[in-house]
């Protein structure tokens, strides 16, 4: 009885998201940083789980699939971060260094890493450290994100 509540606390536990599923809902262009425009494309796996958003190890978001978000880094070298959630027993992070321009646009699309579900069925938190981070992401043109929304 005690693993079926925990299984189904996993299954309706959640974390509320900055993220917004219209992409019209996000903030206008700045002139004085850059825009970092993130979108997560939608999947069953880590459905439930949020991807927690890093820039310089300050948390500046978290998205659901289907999910944007938007906001504003200095310019000149930065780390965006793109991690699971400690708190849904989802570890690890892909991290993408990028020099930004200020006023300038930048894309990313993050999806799911199957590998990592596996490794967290078969060896729980530290089977996901071992096989990567549970959302790559990587960074993409204007067009193959306009493409890849929706996806």
């Not at 699971?84 to 321009?101: M, R, S, Y």
């Amino acid at each position: 009885m005690k693993k079926i509540l925990i299984i189904l606390f996993f299954l309706t536990y959640g974390c509320a998201s900055t993220g917004v599923k219209n992409e019209s809902q996000l903030a206008v262009d700045s002139k004085d940083m850059a825009n970092v425009y993130i979108y997560r494309q939608s999947g069953f796996l880590y459905g439930g789980v949020r991807a927690i958003i890093k820039l310089n190890n300050q948390e500046v978001g978290s998205i659901y699939p289907k999910d944007f978000l938007k906001f504003y880094a200095p310019a000149g070298g930065n780390t965006i971060t793109v991690g699971g959630d400690p708190l849904a027993l989802v570890f690890g992070k892909t991290n993408i260094q990028v020099n930004l321009e200020k006023g300038k646009n930048y894309y990313f699309i993050t999806g799911v890493n199957a590998s990592n579900v596996a490794g967290a069925v078969l060896g729980g938190a530290i089977g996901t450290a071992i096989i990567g981070g549970p959302f790559p992401s990587h960074q993409v043109t204007k067009e193959t994100f306009d493409r890849n929304k929706g996806k």
